[in-house]
């Protein structure tokens, strides 16, 4: 196995071709029993493996995967960074995550192409900019980065949009948080398989759980398609399926999955150099290094477990597209797609204990899944090892609603298919 | 996705607005306890399978009605009575 990655790594396999690379991470057949077994290799189920190793020592681990590594939504979200939430907790959390992506090409010996081009949110409305302004003061209260722009700044940072008197929505501003951007989510996957792989956790792939093993309201294991594994503990780390894995312990969640739609142009000359959002309507893009622009919408606002979007969504996404950057309406789509996520009540997360001893829940992931990835792992890892949350994951609780603890940073309201 | 309307037949689903999970039971009024409450508001079945939910006919004929759809497949049972 690859040990680590350098300059004269690169070298030595450059001056002699027929040595293949090794195998980035191991394919060990899985023993009967592990101290912790991870349901879900993707990017949160991985990190939570590498942490648990990492900074608790617990080594004797083991991610189940039931398709291979990078086969989930880690594979099919647009790949943004940020840390512009507003509600305690949800502030801290995304920014501890923001520090993690900062450093993790380093911590991982792997190059996940950490772009920190700058997030930029447009206001249509002086309200809006008004509301982005208290935004930034609660960034900035927590040491992170936010700058306020009026129009004429943001036309030199992007000339390319509607500035006309015809615009639908007029451009009145924008927050800026230049340390935001993307990652290149492959390899977020694939480092953290191998830095968790080296570090002696099993990642075993193709390998579905299929039931639970629960005695006197107790997890002692899991059943899978490649036979029963015992566990000391047990994390989920499925979102998109969370419901469905979390009922084989009888459990019934503030979750309801649903398909949000990304889109991806055919590769142009590098015209938009940050992350642009827009406050009329939720929409996102940036432009991929291979030059495809790629953006996203709303969710098409019905609970399904396809991976196949509505036409409608697609209209309504090219229309905000073709609205705010008039140049695109001449551009083709390249492809589409859909990832199914764990839409809740407050569009926030969980990363918990639960009912059910030594099982504990991380999931709950709607639009924020990908960004959380290194913080989810760190606190899941955490809560696992101590039986407990960390002050920074202790809002993500599955007693929240309860208990009147919602974390609505979008202020919509307990509707999951609004939200 | 086309979803037949009860009295329109068959529509696009941007017709529609989506109303949620139709086979939850509402707590009966005066009901005090508040986990009671809690799980009817805040927790869903979320099936990957057969599912009966609410939509409304908002622009068409504003019709609210329940219909049966696989969230598996998107496959559309037809409307439930």
């Known amino acids: 196995m690859a040990k680590g990655y350098s300059v004269f790594s690169l070298l030595r396999h450059a001056l002699k071709p027929d040595s293949p690379w090794p195998m980035a991470w191991e394919k060990p057949t899985p023993r009967s029993s592990y101290d912790v077994v991870i349901i879900g290799g993707g990017g949160h189920g991985l990190a939570t493996a590498y942490y648990l190793a990492k900074n608790h020592g617990i080594t004797n681990v083991a991610v189940l995967e039931r398709n291979y590594i990078g086969s989930g939504n880690v594979g099919r979200n647009t790949t943004l960074i940020r840390s512009n939430y507003v509600i305690d907790g949800n502030t801290q959390f995304f920014e501890h995550s923001m520090k993690l992506w900062e450093g993790l090409s380093h911590e991982l010996n792997y190059n996940c192409m950490v772009s920190q081009r700058g997030q930029i949110v447009l206001a249509v409305s002086p309200v809006q900019l008004d509301v982005f302004a208290r935004r930034g003061n609660i960034m900035r209260l927590n040491g992170i980065d936010a700058e306020l722009l009026d129009r004429g700044e943001v036309q030199k940072l992007l000339p390319y949009l509607d500035y006309s008197k015809d615009a639908r929505f007029p451009i009145w501003g924008a927050i800026h948080q230049a340390r935001a951007g993307t990652v290149r989510h492959d390899a977020v996957a694939w480092g953290y398989a191998r830095a968790a792989s080296q570090l002696g956790v099993h990642i075993i792939e193709n390998c579905e759980v299929t039931g639970m093993v629960i005695d006197n309201g107790r997890i002692t294991g899991v059943d899978t398609t490649q036979g029963r594994i015992n566990a000391g503990k047990v994390g989920i780390a499925v979102a998109g399926h969370t419901s469905e894995v979390a009922r084989m312990a009888g459990l019934r969640l503030p979750v309801e999955s649903h398909i949000l739609q990304a889109f991806v142009t055919e590769a142009v000359k590098p015209i938009v150099h940050h992350v642009v959002s827009w406050g009329a309507e939720l929409f996102y893009l940036s432009q991929s290094d291979k030059g495809g622009l790629v953006f996203g919408g709303h969710i098409d606002g019905f609970n399904t477990y396809t991976q196949r979007g509505q036409l409608f969504k697609i209209q309504d996404v090219m229309q905000c597209a073709v609205s705010l950057m008039p140049f695109m309406s001449r551009m083709r789509l390249l492809r589409h797609w859909g990832g199914i996520q764990d839409m809740t009540p407050d569009g926030s997360p969980f990363i918990c204990r639960t009912p059910v001893r030594d099982l504990y829940l991380n999931g709950g992931w709607c639009y924020q899944g990908f960004k959380a990835t290194p913080a989810s792992g760190w606190t899941f890892a955490h809560t696992i090892a101590n039986d407990n949350e960390h002050d920074l994951n202790r809002c993500y609780s599955l007693d929240r609603f309860e208990k009147g603890r919602e974390l609505d940073d979008y202020g919509i309201g307990n509707w999951t298919y609004k939200q | ?81």
Not at chain 2, 12 to 26: I, L, P
Not at chain 2, 40 to 63: A, D, I, M, S
Request: with cysteine.
């Open chain 2, 1 to 81: 996705m086309k979803i037949p309307c009860p009295h329109c037949g068959e529509r696009d689903v941007s017709e529609f607005r989506y109303g949620g999970d139709a086979s939850r039971q509402r707590p009966a009024h005066g009901t005090g306890d508040l986990k009671a409450w809690h799980d009817y508001h805040f927790t869903f079945t979320n099936p990957k399978g057969p599912h009966t939910e609410h939509w409304q006919h908002v622009l068409g004929c504003r019709q609210w009605f329940r219909l049966s759809r696989n969230t598996a497949t998107n496959v559309i049972a037809g409307v439930v009575e």
